[in-house]
């Protein structure tokens, strides 16, 4: 499906993030909802023990827990992160994310 024909199906409606994602077993799956110059939303969804490793983004960039428990090193410094939990990666700075059970979150970044 087009990222048009996938944005039109989800605008102007009730939706339950946690439900636009599924989990794969030993995978990392991702579904973007919102694609602009100004910035990105992206789901995630994390089998348990599933990661990505440290890298950096050029963005702040926002992760919300819809379910399950992760942790995210930002910079050597962990925090574990449970549903309905967030916190803000700063542009720049050096950070992972390990699945401590199952977990989806929302993504968002800021680019301007």
């Known amino acids: 499906m087009s990222k048009n024909n996938s944005d039109k199906l989800l605008v102007a409606k009730a939706l ?3 439900s636009l994602i599924d989990y794969q077993e030993g995978s990392v799956v ?3 909802i919102i694609d ?3 910035g990105t939303v992206t ?3 994390f089998d348990q023990n599933q990661s990505l490793s440290e890298h950096t983004a ?3 960039a926002m992760v919300y827990v ?3 428990e992760v942790e995210v090193t930002i910079s050597g410094k962990p925090i574990r992160l449970n549903k309905g ?3 803000i990666i700063p542009a720049n700075q050096s950070h992972s994310l ?3 059970t199952r977990f989806k979150m929302l993504l968002t970044m800021i680019k301007s």
Request: net charge neutral; proline share 4%.
């Open 16 to 18: 339950n993030l946690e």
């Open 30 to 32: 991702s579904r973007t």
């Open 98 to 100: 390990m699945a401590k």
């Open 43 to 45: 789901l995630f969804a």
């Open 58 to 60: 050029p963005f702040d």
């Open 85 to 87: 939990e967030t916190t």
């Open 66 to 68: 819809l379910d399950g």
């Open 36 to 38: 602009k110059k100004a």
